[in-house]
C-alpha cells in the first residue's frame, strides 16, 4: 500500500512539474504547479510529516496560489504564450544548474547508506511535537516569523496602493468632483455653441 | 489504518453514500421548508410527499445536453465540477460518527470513523481551500465575463471567511488540546463548547454561513449582478455537480460545527450516528430559516463584516480563551 | 508509513468514483440519445442578455482583490502558526501565553496598519 501511494505521488509529482515547464497557457501551468504541491503533500504523509504536509496544502495550495492564479486569471494572457527570446547565457547557465544538481544526487545517493523504515517516536511530525519545539528550540524563529508577516502585510498594501494613498480624503474626493463638473460644464457649452454654429450655417 | 483495508473501502462507500443520500434528501426538506415558509406547498407531486423529487432531478439532469460554451478551455471546462465535487465529499472524510461500536449478535468491532488524525481539523480546512479551486477553474474556462467576476468575488469571498473560521476554532482547540476530531468530540463529555466558547461559535457559524456561499452571503449567485456567478455558463449535470458541492460543503461545515461545539456523536439514548446527522439537520434547518429570512448583503459588507468585524471578534475570543486555559 | 492516511486516501477514492460517475454517466446519456441533436454556433454562445459578447478579455482588475488575496497569505500563515501552539497551551502554560500574545500583538499592529491605509475598504 505505502509503496503504490510512494509510486503514484512521486510520478504525479514528476509528471506535474514537467507540466507547470512545458504548458503554453500560463493559467494550465500554474494549476499543474498546484497539483505537484499536492503531490508533495502525500509524500510528506507517506514521511509522517501529517503537520507539514497539512500545513503545505493550507499555506501554497490555499494561499499562495490562489494569488497566483488571481493575477494570471484577471489580467494575464488567456490564450497561449509562445516561446520567448532564448539568450545564449540562460541555455548555459540552464544546463550548468541541471548537471550540479545531477552531481549533488549522485553524491548524496552514493554517499548514502541505506536502512530499513527509521525509527521515530508515536508523536513524531503531530502539531503537538511541533509546537513544542517551535516554543522551545525555535522560539526566536517563530517570533521573527510574526515580524516577516508584519512586513508581509505592510509590502502588500504599498506595493497594492502603487505609492498612491488607497483611500482619497474626503477634501481630495470634492476636489476631483469639482475638477471634473467643470470640465464637463466646458464640454456641455462648447457643444452647444458648436450646434449653434453649424445651424446658422454661416461661412467660416 | 483502523480497520482492514477491505473494511475500510466499504466503509468508505457507505460514508460516501450516506452523505450523497442525506445531501439528496436535504435538498427536498430545504424545498419543502421555504414554500412552507412562503406560504406555499413546496414539491409534493413526485412520489409520496414529493419524496422522490431528488430521483427525479437527478434523472432530468442526466439527460441534459452537453453544451461547452465558444472559447473555454474544454478540458479545464469540465474538470472544474469534478474537482468541486471531489474536494466537498473528501473534506467530509473525517468527521466521526462515535467511537467503536459492536455489530450486534457477533462480537466484530468497528470504528465509527474513516481514519483519525492529529490534524484532523486542518484537514478539513485543507481540502476545502483545494475546492475554491473548483469555481476558480469554472469561471476562468467558461470565457465568460459574468462567470470570471462571479468566481473572482467567490473567492474574495471564501478566502476572507476562511480567516475569521479557522481563527474561531483556535479557541476549541486550546481547550481540547488537539486537532483530532474524536478527542475533540471526546473532550465534551461534561459540557458542550458552545457555552465556554460562545464568541467563538458565533464567529464560527457567521463564517461557516459565508464560506458555504448560502443566503444571506450567497453572493456570487446575486442574478443582478453577475447572473449565476461562477457557474452561469454550466447546465445539465455540470451544473448539478457544482450546485451539489455547495450543498456538501454546507453539510461539512455543519457536521464541523456539531464536532466542534456540540460533542459531536455524543447523546443520550439513540446511537452515534443517528445523533450525528440530528445534529447536522439542526444546523441546516437554522440554515434554511436564515435563507427564507434575511435579504443578501452587499458585496463590501459582506467584506467589511469579514475583516473588520470577525477577523478582530475571533483574535479577542483567542486571547481570552489562552488566557481562561491557562490562568483559569 | 500512512497508517490512518491510508484509509483517508481510500475515501478520497470513492468520492471521486462517485463524482466521475456523475460526469461520465451524462457523457454516456449525450453519447446515446443526443446524436442527433442540432450543434449550433449560436447555442456555444456565452450569455450575454442576447446580444454579441463580442472578444472576450478580462478587462479591468480591482485592486482590493489583489489585496485581499495578498492579506489572506498573511493571516493563513499567522494562523497555521497559531495552532500547534494551541495545541500545547495547557502544557507551556504562562510562558506559552506570553509567547501567544507577542506573536499576535506584533501582527495586531500590522493588522491595525492596514486597516488605516484603507486596504480593507471596498468600493
Redo the contacts between chains.
Keep these: 500500500?505505502d509503496l503504490v501511494v510512494f509510486f503514484l505521488a512521486a510520478l504525479a509529482a514528476i509528471a506535474t512539474a514537467v507540466a507547470v515547464v512545458a504548458q503554453k497557457?500560463p493559467?494550465?501551468s500554474a494549476?499543474a504547479l498546484?497539483g505537484n504541491l499536492?503531490a508533495l503533500a502525500v509524500l510528506m504523509l507517506l514521511l509522517e510529516a501529517?503537520?507539514v504536509a497539512?500545513?503545505q496544502?493550507?499555506v501554497y495550495?490555499?494561499?499562495v496560489?490562489?494569488m497566483f492564479?488571481?493575477v494570471i486569471?484577471?489580467v494575464g494572457p488567456?490564450g497561449e504564450v509562445g516561446p520567448g527570446e532564448r539568450k545564449p547565457w540562460q541555455i548555459w547557465l540552464a544546463i550548468l544548474a541541471a548537471a550540479l544538481i545531477a552531481i549533488e544526487v549522485v553524491a548524496v545517493v552514493y554517499g548514502a547508506t541505506f536502512s530499513d523504515w527509521a525509527e521515530i517516536s508515536g508523536?513524531y511530525g503531530?502539531?503537538?511535537a511541533i509546537g513544542k519545539s517551535l516554543v522551545t528550540n525555535y522560539l526566536l524563529a517563530f517570533e521573527i516569523v510574526s515580524v516577516v508577516l508584519f512586513m508581509g502585510a505592510v509590502a502588500g498594501v504599498i506595493f497594492g496602493s502603487g505609492g498612491r494613498p488607497l483611500r482619497l480624503s474626503n477634501d481630495e474626493v470634492l476636489a476631483k468632483e469639482a475638477a471634473s463638473a467643470e470640465q464637463r460644464r466646458r464640454e456641455d457649452s462648447r457643444a452647444v455653441l458648436d450646434a449653434a454654429r453649424d445651424s446658422m450655417g454661416g461661412d467660416r | 489504518?483502523?480497520?482492514g483495508?477491505i473494511l475500510?473501502?466499504v466503509?468508505?462507500?457507505i460514508?460516501?453514500s450516506v452523505l450523497?443520500g442525506f445531501f439528496a434528501l436535504m435538498t427536498l426538506i430545504e424545498r419543502k421548508l421555504i414554500g412552507r415558509f412562503q406560504a406555499r406547498y413546496g414539491p409534493n407531486r413526485v412520489g409520496p410527499y414529493g419524496l422522490m423529487q431528488p430521483i427525479a432531478d437527478l434523472g432530468k439532469?442526466?439527460?441534459?445536453?452537453?453544451?461547452?460554451?465558444?472559447?473555454a478551455?474544454r478540458k479545464?471546462y469540465?474538470a472544474a465540477?469534478?474537482i468541486a465535487?471531489?474536494c466537498a465529499?473528501?473534506a467530509f472524510?473525517?468527521i466521526p460518527f462515535g467511537n467503536v461500536a459492536t455489530i450486534p449478535g457477533t462480537d466484530w468491532t468497528i470504528h465509527l470513523y474513516?481514519?483519525?488524525?492529529?490534524?484532523s481539523l486542518?484537514?478539513v480546512?485543507?481540502?476545502g481551500?483545494?475546492g475554491?479551486?473548483g469555481l476558480?477553474?469554472g469561471?476562468?474556462a467558461?470565457?465568460?465575463?459574468?462567470?470570471?467576476l462571479g468566481?473572482?468575488r467567490s473567492?474574495?469571498q471564501l478566502?476572507?471567511y476562511?480567516?475569521a473560521f479557522?481563527?474561531a476554532v483556535?479557541g476549541v482547540?486550546?481547550q481540547a488540546?488537539?486537532?483530532s476530531f474524536i478527542t475533540i468530540a471526546n473532550a465534551q463529555d461534561h459540557l458542550w463548547y458552545f457555552i465556554p466558547q460562545i464568541l467563538g461559535f458565533l464567529v464560527f457559524f457567521v463564517a461557516a454561513v459565508a464560506e458555504s456561499n448560502r443566503p444571506p452571503f450567497d453572493l456570487t449567485e446575486a442574478d443582478g449582478e453577475v447572473?449565476a456567478g461562477y457557474h452561469?455558463?454550466y447546465g445539465?449535470?455540470?451544473y448539478?455537480?457544482f450546485a451539489a458541492a455547495e450543498f456538501i460543503n454546507a453539510i461539512t461545515l455543519s457536521a464541523l460545527g456539531a464536532v466542534l461545539f456540540f460533542g459531536g456523536p455524543s447523546g443520550p439514548i439513540l446511537p452515534g450516528p443517528i445523533w450525528m446527522l440530528l445534529k447536522i439537520g439542526g444546523f441546516l434547518f437554522v440554515l434554511i430559516w436564515i435563507r427564507a429570512t434575511l435579504p443578501r448583503v452587499r458585496?463590501?459588507q459582506l467584506?467589511?463584516l469579514g475583516?473588520?468585524v470577525l477577523?478582530?471578534v475571533a483574535?479577542l475570543n483567542?486571547?481570552l480563551t489562552?488566557?481562561v486555559?491557562?490562568?483559569g | 508509513m500512512?497508517?490512518?492516511?491510508?484509509?483517508?486516501l481510500?475515501?478520497?477514492?470513492?468520492?471521486?468514483a462517485?463524482?466521475?460517475s456523475?460526469?461520465a454517466?451524462?457523457?454516456t446519456?449525450?453519447a446515446l440519445?443526443?446524436k442527433d441533436?442540432r450543434q449550433g454556433?449560436q447555442?456555444?454562445?456565452?450569455?450575454?442578455s442576447g446580444v454579441s459578447?463580442g472578444e472576450?478579455s478580462?478587462?479591468n482588475f480591482s485592486i482590493?482583490?489583489f489585496l485581499?488575496?495578498m492579506?489572506?497569505i498573511v493571516?493563513?500563515i499567522e494562523?497555521?502558526f497559531?495552532?500547534p501552539i494551541?495545541?500545547?497551551?495547557?502544557?507551556l502554560?504562562?510562558f506559552?501565553?506570553a509567547e501567544?500574545?507577542v506573536f499576535?500583538a506584533i501582527l495586531?499592529v500590522g493588522?491595525v496598519y492596514v486597516?488605516r491605509k484603507g486596504a480593507?475598504?471596498?468600493?
Design positions: 500500500m497557457n493559467f494550465v494549476l498546484l499536492v501529517q503537520f497539512v500545513a496544502i493550507i495550495a490555499g494561499a496560489m490562489v492564479l488571481f486569471a484577471y488567456r508523536d503531530s502539531p503537538a | 489504518m483502523v480497520d483495508v475500510t473501502i466503509k468508505s462507500v460514508l460516501a450523497m439532469m442526466l439527460q441534459k445536453e452537453n453544451v461547452v460554451p465558444e472559447g478551455h479545464l469540465l465540477p469534478f465535487m471531489v465529499i473528501s472524510g473525517l474513516i481514519a483519525n488524525t492529529s490534524v486542518l484537514v480546512a485543507a481540502i481551500s483545494l475554491f479551486y476558480m477553474i469561471g476562468w467558461s470565457s465568460s465575463k459574468y462567470a470570471l468566481g473572482m473567492i474574495a478566502i476572507s476562511e480567516v479557522t481563527l483556535i482547540i486550546m488540546s488537539s486537532l447572473v452561469t455558463e445539465g449535470m455540470r448539478a455537480m458585496f463590501d467584506m467589511k475583516w473588520k477577523l478582530p483574535t483567542l486571547l489562552a488566557a486555559v491557562v490562568y | 500512512l497508517g490512518d492516511w491510508a484509509s483517508y481510500i475515501y478520497v477514492v470513492v468520492a471521486a462517485i463524482a466521475g456523475l460526469l454517466g451524462s457523457f446519456w449525450s440519445f443526443h441533436l454556433r447555442k456555444r454562445r456565452v450569455f450575454e459578447p472576450f478580462p478587462g482590493n482583490y485581499t488575496a492579506l489572506f493571516f493563513d494562523i497555521v497559531l495552532y494551541a495545541v500545547n497551551l495547557k502544557m502554560g504562562a506559552g501565553f501567544l500574545v499576535v495586531a493588522y486597516w480593507l475598504e471596498w468600493h
